[in-house]
């Protein structure tokens, strides 16, 4: 059984840094991809950040590049986003997806990832 766990979120003033870390278990994620997304009230979910496990390739929201950087640590299977000059345009709940590298994947779209965290608030105030 596939376990996403995340962890890292708190609440930080603006121009702060936070870490979020996924812990991965159940299964090898060798041909998949780890991505970051995020949820504000009343808004839909959206992609913030992915990486191959593979190879570490990344893909980043426009907003956030430059300021975000995600990293994985194969031997610890953990995900890791570095959260650098945060926003509070950031606040968020930030979940953790892990999605299978087929036909069809898309990066930065949610139904593309199979397997999901319980998220960790992340709350920035000016």
């Known amino acids: 059984q596939v376990h996403l766990v995340e962890s890292g979120g708190g609440s930080v003033q603006a121009g702060d840094s936070l870490r979020l870390s996924c812990a991965a278990s159940?299964?090898?994620?060798?041909?998949?991809?780890l991505g970051w997304f995020r949820q504000a009230p009343g808004k839909e979910r959206e992609f913030v950040a992915a990486?191959?496990?593979?190879?570490?390739?990344?893909d980043y929201r426009r907003a956030v590049k430059g300021r975000f950087t995600i990293s994985r640590d194969t031997a610890l299977n953990t995900v890791y986003l570095q959260m650098n000059g945060l926003k509070p345009e950031d606040t968020a709940v930030y979940y953790c997806?892990?999605?299978?590298?087929?036909?069809?994947?898309?990066?930065?779209?949610?139904?593309?990832?199979?397997?999901w965290g319980q998220g960790t608030q992340v709350t920035v105030s000016s």
């Open positions: 159940g299964q090898s994620f060798s041909t998949y991809a």
């Open positions: 997806a892990a999605g299978a590298l087929i036909s069809g994947f898309r990066v930065s779209n949610p139904r593309s990832y199979e397997y």
């Open positions: 990486i191959t496990w593979t190879g570490g390739s990344t």
